[in-house]
Nanobody
Framework: QVQLVESGGGLVHPGGSLRLSCEAP????????LGWFRQAPGKEREAVAC????????RYADSVNGRFTISRENGKRAVYLQMDNLQPEDTAVYYC???????????????????WGQGTQVTVSS
């Protein structure tokens, strides 16, 4: 059973930063595209950022481009999301995802990965 385990969520003031982590203990994600999605109350889940298995090609939602940075560390079976200048509209449950296509574009556009994490809450409020 593949598990994706997220951590790093929490409460932060507007303009603050958080770093989300997602690890896959005992499972190699080297050949998987990895990504972060989020779902706010009353809204559909949306893609935030994805990174390919090869060459680290990234895709970002327009709403986070320039503020969020996705990265991966295959040796640690992990993917990260550095979130800077957080705003109240970033409040959501953030989910990690892994897609066997290996393509960040496919994961970002289709949004139907092989595996999901359980989600971590991010709340931006003053």
């Amino acid at each position: 059973q593949v598990q994706l385990v997220e951590s790093g969520g929490g409460l932060v003031h507007p303009g603050g930063s958080l770093r989300l982590s997602c690890e896959a203990p005992g499972f190699s994600v080297d050949d998987y595209a990895l990504g972060w999605f989020r779902q706010a109350p009353g809204k559909e889940r949306e893609a935030v950022a994805c990174i390919s298995s090869q060459d680290d090609v990234t895709r970002y939602a327009d709403s986070v481009n320039g503020r969020f940075t996705i990265s991966r560390e295959n040796g640690k079976r992990a993917v990260y999301l550095q979130m800077d200048n957080l705003q109240p509209e970033d409040t959501a449950v953030y989910y990690c995802a892994a897609d066997s296509s290996g393509a960040s574009y496919y994961l970002f556009k289709i949004g139907s990965p092989d595996y999901w994490g359980q989600g971590t809450q991010v709340t931006v409020s003053s």
